[in-house]
């Protein structure tokens, strides 16, 4: 193991790393054996998600009124950091997808719909997904068209959102609607929660280059009648509450890219070492030593960024636009780094790495939906010149 991930004290207490070690056992066993063939069934089971909340996995950062266990970001990082380690994305994409959904209802949702929403879907009998992306683009979401028109106590929704994380099995879903058609830009959108049983909803599931674990779904909103106490937060005060959310999506995107590279790394240690060529193994290499270095360098520089952002995050320090532009950047370098780390892997696998049930093969498929999905690389950078005034 090149890459030390050992505690380090002043991010990670011996609280972060009990949960760490609990996290990981519980991913050991319940997860990594079961990752090939639940990509291949394309699917995995539902009781997945009690099974993970009994740990406290779900519940982390939510009040402990809605059975959740306030906690610090690095429990966060933990969690995506672990998750990743079965090397299989779907099956954490669908797990976390609570972790995108959710936080608009904690933090915007009036206190019935949180008592009604949040308890489930911490304990893990309910799936909570979020859904901004639609056909016409998902980088611009100030243009989006789903629109939701008042009718007395309810808005009526009619639009369609594609490439959503947990979109068929979900039971609510957090949904960008446009509130004021006359609006077309950031100030016409809101937050709604849509019951995933609602009438006039209707799903198809996509087939996807990797993640085929996760349920990945097409929504159709015809006329679909919602609560006006469903609305999270201002009626067209909604843009906020969604770029919130990505911030704390992409600092965890960025952690758990770290983690897919470092599978990768010590997958091609292992093989390096074991596999022989021209009577010696192919670690004694030069060029295979190099490469092994150049993944463990970019993983750690990668890892060093998003803990110190998260240290800065946590503790409020420094300028927001500063710390929005970091995060962009963090999800760029390790992003990067995961990708750099898929393929020198595969290239050192060789054949094997070419072949399914490799966790290297698999990571380089995954690893486009971690450059796109959440803000893709060009966004980010756009973002990034913007939060520093370029
Ligand atoms: C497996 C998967 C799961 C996903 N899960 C979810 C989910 O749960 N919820 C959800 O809401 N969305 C989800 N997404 C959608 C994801 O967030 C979007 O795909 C992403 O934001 C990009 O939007 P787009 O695909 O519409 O690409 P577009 O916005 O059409 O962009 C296409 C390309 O053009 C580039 N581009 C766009 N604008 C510019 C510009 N101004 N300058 C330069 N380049 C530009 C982009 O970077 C990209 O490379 C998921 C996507 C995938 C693949």
């Avoid at 503790?315 to 760029?332: E, F, S």
Wanted: one cysteine or more.
């Amino acid at each position: 193991m090149i890459v030390d991930i050992q505690p380090l004290p002043h991010y990670f207490s011996s609280e972060h790393e009990d949960f760490r070690a609990a996290l990981r056992d519980f991913v050991a066993r319940e997860i990594t054996p079961n990752v090939n063939d639940w990509d291949e069934a394309g699917t995995f089971p539902r009781e997945l998600y009690g099974r993970i909340a009994k740990l406290g996995v779900l519940g982390i950062g939510y009040d402990e009124a809605y059975g959740g266990t306030p906690a610090d970001i690095f429990y966060h990082l933990i969690t995506s950091e672990e998750l990743a380690r079965s090397g299989g994305g779907g099956v954490a994409a669908s797990l976390a997808s609570h972790t995108i959904g959710l936080p608009p209802v904690a933090s915007h949702g009036p206190e019935a719909l949180k008592k009604r929403v949040i308890p489930p879907v911490l304990s893990g009998e309910k799936i909570a997904a979020l859904a901004v992306t639609e056909p016409g683009g998902g980088s611009d979401v100030a243009s989006l068209k789903t629109t939701a028109i008042r009718d007395g106590d309810h808005y009526v929704v009619n639009g369609e959102k594609v490439f959503i994380t947990s979109g068929m099995r979900a039971d609510f879903i957090t949904v960008a609607v446009r509130t004021d058609p006359a609006h077309k830009g950031a100030g016409g959108v809101s937050a709604l929660l849509v019951d995933g049983d609602s009438p006039g909803l209707t799903r198809t599931a996509l087939k996807k280059m990797g993640w085929w674990a996760s349920d990945t779904a097409h929504l159709r909103f015809e006329n679909v009648r919602v609560p006006v106490t469903n609305l999270l937060g201002e009626e067209n005060a909604g843009f906020k509450v969604f770029m919130n959310n990505f911030n704390a999506e992409r600092l965890g995107m960025s952690a758990s890219a770290c983690a897919y590279a470092e599978v990768c790394l010590n997958e091609a240690i292992e093989w390096a070492r074991e596999r022989r060529t021209f009577g010696q193994p192919l670690v004694d290499r030069q060029v295979i030593r190099h490469k092994l270095v150049d993944m463990a360098m970019r993983i750690n520089a990668a890892r060093g960024q998003v803990y110190e952002l998260a240290w800065r995050v946590q503790h409020d320090l420094g300028d927001p636009a500063q710390l929005v532009a970091r995060t962009c950047m963090a999800k760029i370098l390790s992003t990067q780094a995961m990708q750099f780390c898929a393929d020198q892997a595969v290239q050192i696998l060789g054949g094997m790495g070419f072949m399914r049930g490799t966790r290297s093969e698999r990571i380089y498929r995954e690893v486009k939906v971690m450059m796109i999905g959440g803000g893709s690389e060009e966004i980010m950078k756009d973002l990034a010149a913007r939060q520093l005034g370029l």
